[in-house]
């Protein structure tokens, strides 16, 4: 703008008209040239821009210390890959991020297969695997929305025992659970109406559910969960596969997982959700690679990190685990 005053200013009085409308065409004409000029002939209808021409891309995380570490790692990836990230931490529940992601306040979720079909009322198929649940969750996606690959590591609910109570009562699956004299079940409230539950235990693997007993405690298979268990107040506990285990004092303790052979807890592999429109097929790319080597027992390793006496920081967490990769 500050170009076209100073042509304007120097315009004949009599010809200010016919000067002002070469000026405006030769703006014009310009501006069309700047734009053809800028785009490469050669590219297909639609194709990404590269990592060096791209948008800042928005990474937004849960309220939670593993989305933040997710939020962390893939925000190192993408860098490393040339891309210009912004991580927003702590956006809160599931049904506030994705609604950002959906109104594209942000362009990049972490988020964990199973919960998420559900959360789109997705039918899942009874027993279903990691690739049913995966195939179930793209199909109920908003039509803005797209689903990376998903990783080998997932968070999922577990039921846990202290290896006393296993050997006693020869529990090594939830279909042993039958052994018990009593059910004592240490979680979350919730848990008593989960899918998976008292009820869904007593369905699919036949524990008898007058036995269940819920002590609620809502720290997410936290501490206080686990010290339920080892106090025997709880004879079985809800932790989740990738806390760590750790008592009052926060030192680590050795539980036994049940296994869950029939998928009652459907899987809840760790998967990006984006916007298809907003993220380079290159950055999907970049994702999707760093994902498929990504396990359970290396989020597990980081969530000690940042939750045990370290206390370390998402972003130091994720950087040292790439660089170590």
């Given at each position: 703008?500050?170009?076209?005053?100073?042509?304007?200013?120097?315009?004949?009085?009599?010809?200010?008209?016919?000067?002002?409308?070469?000026?405006?065409?030769?703006?014009?004409?310009?501006?069309?040239?700047?734009?053809?000029?800028?785009?490469?002939?050669?590219?297909?209808?639609?194709?990404?821009?590269?990592?060096?021409?791209?948008?800042?891309?928005?990474?937004?995380?849960?309220?939670?210390?593993?989305?933040?570490?997710?939020?962390?790692?893939?925000?190192?990836?993408?860098?490393?890959?040339?891309?210009?990230?912004?991580?927003?931490?702590?956006?809160?529940?599931?049904?506030?991020?994705?609604?950002?992601?959906?109104?594209?306040?942000?362009?990049?979720?972490?988020?964990?297969?199973?919960?998420?079909?559900?959360?789109?009322?997705?039918?899942?198929?009874?027993?279903?695997?990691?690739?049913?649940?995966?195939?179930?969750?793209?199909?109920?996606?908003?039509?803005?929305?797209?689903?990376?690959a998903f990783a080998p590591a997932e968070?999922?609910?577990?039921?846990?025992?202290?290896?006393?109570?296993?050997?006693?009562?020869?529990?090594?699956?939830l279909a042993d659970l039958k052994n018990?004299?009593?059910?004592?079940?240490?979680?979350?409230?919730?848990?008593?109406?989960?899918?998976?539950?008292?009820?869904?235990?007593?369905?699919?693997?036949?524990?008898?559910?007058?036995?269940?007993?819920?002590?609620?405690?809502?720290?997410?298979?936290?501490?206080?969960?686990?010290?339920?268990?080892?106090?025997?107040?709880?004879?079985?506990?809800?932790?989740?596969?990738?806390?760590?285990?750790?008592?009052?004092?926060?030192?680590?303790?050795?539980?036994?997982?049940?296994?869950?052979?029939?998928?009652?807890?459907?899987?809840?592999?760790?998967?990006?959700?984006?916007?298809?429109?907003?993220?380079?097929?290159?950055?999907?790319?970049?994702?999707?690679?760093?994902?498929?080597?990504?396990?359970?027992?290396?989020?597990?390793?980081?969530?000690?990190?940042?939750?045990?006496?370290?206390?370390?920081?998402?972003?130091?967490?994720?950087?040292?685990?790439?660089?170590?990769?």
């Amino acid at each position: 703008m500050r170009s076209f005053s100073l042509l304007h200013s120097g315009l004949q009085r009599g010809t200010l008209h016919r000067g002002v409308a070469a000026v405006c065409a030769a703006v014009t004409s310009a501006a069309l040239l700047a734009s053809c000029s800028s785009a490469d002939p050669t590219a297909e209808p639609g194709a990404s821009e590269s990592a060096g021409d791209s948008k800042t891309i928005v990474i937004g995380t849960a309220n939670f210390p593993e989305s933040e570490i997710l939020g962390q790692l893939w925000a190192a990836t993408l860098e490393d890959a040339g891309f210009d990230v912004e991580v927003k931490s702590g956006i809160g529940s599931r049904e506030i991020y994705m609604k950002a992601l959906e109104e594209g306040t942000v362009d990049i979720v972490p988020e964990y297969t199973g919960n998420l079909a559900q959360f789109y009322k997705a039918k899942l198929p009874s027993g279903a695997d990691e690739q049913k649940v995966y195939e179930a969750l793209e199909g109920v996606l908003p039509e803005a929305l797209a689903a990376g690959a998903f990783a080998p590591a997932e968070s999922k609910d577990a039921y846990h025992v202290t290896p006393e109570v296993a050997k006693k009562y020869k529990l090594a699956s939830l279909a042993d659970l039958k052994n018990l004299d009593e059910i004592k079940l240490a979680g979350n409230p919730e848990l008593a109406e989960r899918p998976y539950g008292p009820r869904g235990l007593s369905q699919t693997y036949g524990a008898d559910e007058d036995k269940f007993t819920m002590h609620a405690i809502s720290d997410g298979g936290g501490p206080l969960t686990i010290a339920a268990l080892l106090e025997g107040e709880a004879n079985v506990a809800d932790i989740y596969t990738t806390s760590p285990i750790l008592d009052r004092d926060g030192k680590e303790v050795k539980l036994v997982r049940l296994e869950d052979p029939q998928n009652l807890v459907a899987p809840q592999n760790v998967v990006p959700v984006y916007r298809s429109a907003d993220v380079p097929q290159k950055a999907v790319e970049a994702l999707d690679k760093f994902d498929g080597n990504l396990k359970t027992e290396d989020l597990v390793a980081m969530n000690l990190r940042n939750s045990g006496n370290e206390k370390a920081e998402p972003a130091a967490i994720a950087r040292d685990f790439i660089d170590a990769s």
